[in-house]
């Protein structure tokens, strides 16, 4: 037997509201570009709208008329979805209790992750968003997940529960360290103050 490799996520797709009410979500609350629609083509009686999250992928929606947002929880029982998680940055996660007080939309307030910092709100139809930003930048020719890995190897080792800043601190460290190279014989931390 062999592996079906992935090499990321391709698209996301879900069930929502009407169309107008999509789009003021998806564009108008979380600004990704409505990008096309066209009717879901295992369902003409259905939308099929695309919005792009950021990273030129995309989210797409099937919308129907008859459909309006209730904002009732939805079952997140097994096999069913959670949460949705988008990446924002730092910048603009410091803004978004104010953005989203604005417009009266309920959330958890900001909670700490110890990588990250996340904020939780729901959907016009009751689906559980995160918006998640990263507390630290991957060092050149690595991604998050990199780190990530890398940490918490660091943090079995020391004993610690969770992934906290000072394991990604080591994990950049130690994943640069491997990548580049020196003319020096010792790169062990040295104190050049006497």
């Known amino acids: 037997m ?3 490799q992935t090499q990321g996520v391709h698209h996301i797709t879900i069930t929502g509201a009407d169309r107008q009410s999509t789009i003021d979500f998806w564009e108008g609350v979380l600004g990704m570009p409505f990008v096309f629609d066209q009717p879901n083509l295992d369902d003409a009686s259905q939308g099929h709208l695309y919005f792009d999250p950021g990273d030129g992928r995309l989210i797409t929606v099937f ?3 008859d459909r309006k947002p209730d904002g009732k929880k939805i079952n997140q029982g097994q096999g069913y979805l959670h949460h949705l998680a988008f990446e924002v940055s ?4 410091d803004h978004v209790v104010e953005r989203l ?9 900001p ?3 110890g990588f990250m910092d996340s904020i939780y709100f729901k959907d016009p139809v009751g689906m559980l968003i995160e918006l998640a930003a990263y507390r630290f930048v991957p060092p050149q020719g690595h991604t998050h997940t990199d780190v990530l890995h890398r940490a918490h190897l660091i943090r ?3 004993g610690d529960g969770h992934i906290g800043t000072v394991h990604l601190a080591d994990a950049i460290e130690e994943l640069v360290q491997e990548q580049t190279s020196t003319l020096s014989t010792d790169r062990s931390p040295k104190d050049p103050y006497p």
Request: aromatic share 4%; no cysteine.
């Open 101 to 109: 007080d604005a417009r009266g939309i309920k959330h958890s307030g």
């Open 90 to 93: 730092k910048v603009t996660f």
């Open 111 to 113: 909670k700490d992750r």
């Open 156 to 158: 079995v080792q020391a």
């Open 2 to 4: 062999r592996k079906i």
């Open 63 to 65: 919308t129907s008329e």
